[in-house]
């Protein structure tokens, strides 16, 4: 289906394809029963529907907060393609199941309609999400264990962070600085990561080295410029 065009359109557009769709799932359906855009009931069974042209915190505090009346609360936008693929998309879509919520998208094209559950409203198994993270905070807590310090202001953008990449860069450039030209097997020598250094020489991914002979590194003219703005790490390297 097409996508209608947004500045003709109205969140009451949503209304009917969604109407037509729970109706079609045996449910009984009413728009605008106590402040709840559509609510619809089967057997003793209530569902509550909340729509909105774009997903947003507002759509998704109503639906929480319609969440007191039952377990089964649908937030319905319109489908918009060029959204679905993105980070911030899949982040929200995760909100929502955190938060146990559903969604409803719904696809419109003049008179033609097509509704599509995206997400259901059912528990959220945290432990499952935990299982499926654990590589990723393993990341985070091995990140944190190779920091040497806390040289980063949370919260800053635009600004070069000092990951344990970057520690270990600084290291090996702080050593060249210091006795001249070195070879991976001397840098280890003198204390930098056994299994990182050639690689990161290799790598030269902030153009900080000059190879200068097989297996012999110099400090290029901009590590040296650059190394000046981690003058406290360097301190510390060239201290331990």
Not at 80 to 96: A, P, S
Not at 108 to 114: A, I, K, Q, R, T
Not at 171 to 199: F, N, Q
Request: charged content about 35%; some cysteine.
């Amino acid at each position: 289906m097409g996508e209608k065009l947004e500045s003709k359109f109205y969140e009451q557009d949503l209304y009917l394809p969604i109407k037509d769709y729970l109706t079609k799932g045996g449910y009984s359906v009413k728009g605008e029963v106590k402040n709840c855009d559509i609510t619809a009931v089967r057997s003793n069974e209530l569902l509550v529907v909340e729509m909105k042209k774009t997903l947003n915190l507002d759509v998704i505090l109503q639906a929480s907060i319609r969440q007191r009346l039952t377990d089964k609360v649908y937030i319905a936008v319109p489908k918009k393609g060029r959204l679905l693929y993105t980070k911030r998309w899949k982040d929200i879509c995760y909100l929502l199941r955190r938060l146990e919520l559903g969604l409803l998208l719904v696809s419109l094209n003049g008179d033609s309609y097509f509704v599509e559950e995206a997400i259901s409203p059912k528990p959220f198994n945290r432990d499952l999400s935990i299982k499926k993270s654990s590589r990723k905070k393993k990341e985070v807590l091995k990140e944190f264990s190779d920091r040497h310090g806390d040289y980063n202001i949370g919260g800053c953008t635009g600004k070069k962070l000092v990951t344990a990449y970057r520690e270990q860069a600084i290291h090996i450039a702080a050593l060249i600085e210091k006795y001249g030209e070195l070879s991976p097997k001397k840098l280890k020598e003198l204390g930098t990561d056994k299994e990182k250094t050639s690689r990161i020489l290799q790598d030269n991914h902030y153009g900080w080295f000059d190879k200068v002979e097989r297996g012999v590194y110099a400090l290029s003219e901009k590590g040296k410029a650059e190394l000046k703005e981690y003058s406290e790490l360097v301190a510390f390297y060239l201290s331990s």
